[in-house]
């Protein structure tokens, strides 16, 4: 906690402090940044725990995997990608970058295809495997596939967030 209260202290000495940015347009970048890098590590790790998963024998470990990503997903990176996109808002309020740049709107698409994603069909689809496993048992074949399903639509998912990471780095075309 301490450790924590500690980081947030020096962020804000850091962005108030910034010769290259105003001090709010640093503060939200930092916080925009920050927690980017929560979520889309974060999707990553899973990412790589799901293809470690999927070569294993033993399938509890991709059942169990399934739940943290689940409840990752909805608890952790639902609200982490709102906090994101308000920062970005935020930055782009204080700036005047403009809208209609080819990178503003690639991180807008980025954004609005992922919540897409997570509400339209990893979500339920999580519900699925959380019923197949009640009905079939956690190690059914049924279950499995749904499971691996998810993994797969989750890599998508992750891959566009890399995408955006990549076109707000180096703002290309504009
Ligand atoms: C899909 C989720 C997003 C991710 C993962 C993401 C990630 C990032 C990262 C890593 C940077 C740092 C770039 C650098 O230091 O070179 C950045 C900067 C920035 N992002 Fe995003 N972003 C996202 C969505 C958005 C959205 C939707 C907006 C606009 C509403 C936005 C606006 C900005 C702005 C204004 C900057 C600062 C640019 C600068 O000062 O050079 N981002 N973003």
Excluded: C, N
């Excluded at 409840?71 to 309020?93: C, K, T, Y």
């Excluded at 596939?145 to 998810?150: D, G, H, L, N, Y």
């Amino acid at each position: 906690m301490s450790i924590g209260a500690a980081v947030a202290i020096l962020g804000i000495v850091f962005a108030f402090d910034s010769a290259w940015y105003s001090h709010w347009y640093a503060l939200f970048r930092v916080v925009h940044v920050t927690v980017a890098v929560f979520w889309v590590g974060g999707g990553l790790l899973l990412t790589v725990l799901g293809l470690k998963a999927e070569r294993s024998d033993d399938p509890d470990e991709i059942v169990t995997l399934a739940r943290w990503a689940a409840w990752v997903g909805e608890r952790l990176f639902a609200p982490a990608g709102g906090i994101v996109l308000l920062a970005g808002i935020a930055m782009m309020i204080d700036t005047d970058w403009g809208w209609g740049k080819f990178w503003v709107v690639v991180g807008l698409l980025g954004y609005a295809a992922t919540m897409v994603t997570g509400m339209a069909i990893l979500s339920p689809q999580a519900k699925r495997v959380a019923e197949l496993s009640e009905s079939k048992g956690t190690t059914a074949p049924e279950t499995i596939a749904a499971i691996r399903k998810i993994l797969l639509i989750a890599r998508f998912d992750i891959a566009v967030l890399l995408v955006v990471v990549a076109d707000m780095v180096t703002k290309p075309f504009s």
